[in-house]
T-cell receptor
Framework: KAGVTQTPRYLIKTRGQQVTLSCSPISGHRSVSWYQQTPGQGLQFLFEYFSETQRNKGNFPGRFSGRQFSNSRSEMNVSTLELGDSALYLC???????????????FGNGTRLTVT | AQTVTQSQPEMSVQEAETVTLSCTYDTSESDYYLFWYKQPPSRQMILVIRQEAYKQQNATENRFSVNFQKAAKSFSLKISDSQLGDAAMYFCAYRRKSWGKLQFGAGTQVVVTP
């Protein structure tokens, strides 16, 4: 069974631009979560989607948005990029909830975003 | 608010030896989940072990075991017979049982020396 696939692996953008990151969950998984990882703030929850609906959202500005498609694939969009958005963005999928005991999170390899 | 604290930024261990990583958390919930994830240089977060708070028995997965002290809100990870492939950043994570996000600690870098 293929794991969680994130594309692209690396991305370099300029301040003010926007970016879209993609995540394909493990087949059969309906929940997709996004996390931002930086050296200063560590791992921070962005949002979770389940059956095309956003179920939970972290404490990030409205420039960060996402969506989930009917095939459970998810995209994350960041508009008006700032230098501080440089980070590793991790996507994770699970069968149902956000990392329960019986439905733990399975992570992808992440997308490394650099904003210059 | 729940917080997860990993007080050891880095731990070094020799091959075949044992290392213990500490994790404490703060919560007012009585039932929740705890996890240890491993992140090697490949960046992919890999689930190492998981524990349900209401289960008294400590979880074990091959060379990995936990010491779960609910009253002390402590969840340490023991890696036995350490191998070079165990070198990675290890994250402790908490999730309350009702629907919610996974909260991670700052991580502990494990260095394995031959």
């Amino acid at each position: 069974k293929a794991g969680v696939t994130q594309t692209p692996r690396y991305l370099i953008k300029t301040r003010g631009q926007q970016v879209t990151l993609s995540c394909s969950p493990i087949s059969g998984h309906r929940s997709v979560s996004w996390y931002q990882q930086t050296p200063g703030q560590g791992l921070q929850f962005l949002f979770e989607y389940f059956s095309e609906t956003q179920r939970n959202k972290g404490n990030f500005p409205g420039r960060f948005s996402g969506r989930q498609f009917s095939n459970s694939r998810s995209e994350m969009n960041v508009s008006t990029l700032e230098l501080g958005d440089s980070a590793l963005y991790l996507c994770a999928s699970s069968l149902v909830g956000t990392g329960t005991y019986n439905s733990p999170l399975h992570f992808g390899n992440g997308t490394r975003l650099t904003v210059t | 608010a729940q917080t997860v604290t990993q007080s050891q930024p880095e731990m070094s261990v020799q091959e075949a030896e044992t290392v213990t990583l500490s994790c404490t958390y703060d919560t007012s919930e009585s039932d929740y989940y705890l996890f240890w994830y491993k992140q090697p240089p490949s960046r992919q977060m890999i689930l190492v072990i998981r524990q349900e708070a209401y289960k008294q028995q400590n979880a074990t997965e091959n060379r990995f075991s936990v010491n779960f002290q609910k009253a002390a809100k402590s969840f340490s990870l023991k890696i036995s017979d350490s191998q070079l492939g165990d070198a990675a950043m290890y994250f402790c994570a908490y999730r309350r049982k009702s629907w919610g996000k996974l909260q991670f600690g700052a991580g502990t870098q494990v260095v394995v020396t031959p």
